[in-house]
């Protein structure tokens, strides 16, 4: 592990921030090699009080010896924040930019030129470090480099290294605005339970648990979901009548074409 003699630097003490800063404690990082610059005071009053790290009004200051700078700002702030950043970052430095529609391109723009960059999308569930990153590395990136952003972002869940810049915005569609397809599937499973006469606690609570369950059943046995589902279908039995209504509402389909509802809409915002 790499992590632990690196300094890190994050632009930015938002949601995305925390849940990183709080991984890479976990992780073993030492908190005085973790620094944070944030313009907001309540926020940084925040931060000082929850985790033992350097936490600083002024984002060049942030800077001082950073192996990595980590760019957690919303994307609308990203370009004129690198462009006062610029001139003050070492030609070592490796930038991570998890501002959402921001291309390399746009980010190579702001930044001197050659400077060690990595886009990346993560999603939520980073929050408890059970997210998925997908990391798009310059091309000429050195592999050491993309160990060091593999390293850091793995601390958020997992990571998958990605060629295409392309893929981005289906990858936005896909995972970045999944977890929100699935609350609603959580919420709509706890209708059902509550519909049939149970407590609405207990509803909430067969449903999290099942959705939970259930993934980790694919992610863990390697099985294909298809197979999964023949497994516990009876003939005749309880749970092919239920998944015949969701083939007759066309789940499937809605489904997919939520993925392409929300990829078009990444496009069109990403320009
Ligand atoms: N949350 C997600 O699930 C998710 C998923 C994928 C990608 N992302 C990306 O992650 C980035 C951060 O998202 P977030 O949810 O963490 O946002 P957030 O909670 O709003 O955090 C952004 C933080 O940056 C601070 N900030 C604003 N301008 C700044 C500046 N000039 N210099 C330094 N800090 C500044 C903000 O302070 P003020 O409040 O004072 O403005 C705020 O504390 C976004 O670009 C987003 O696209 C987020």
Redesign the pocket.
Known sequence: MMLQNKTIAF?????????MIQGLLAAGCAPTRIRV????AG?RQRLTERFPIVVLAE?ALALAGADAVV?????G??D??LR?LAPVLGPEMLIL??????SLAQLQQALPAGQPLVR?????P??IGA?ISALLPIPTLSQEKRHLAQEIMAVAGDVVEIEEESWMDAI?ALS?SG?AYLFLIAEALSDGGVACGLPRGLADRLAVKTLIGSARLIDETGQHPAVLKNQVTSPGGTTIAGLEQLESAGVRAALMAAVRAAWSRSRALSG
């Open positions: 632009i930015g003490g938002g949601n995305m921030a925390v849940a610059a944030e313009p907001d926020q984002n760019i957690a700002v919303k994307p702030k990203v004129g924040v006062l930019s998890i501002a959402a529609g921001i990346v999308m993560p999603n939520t980073a929050l997210g936005t970045g977890p």
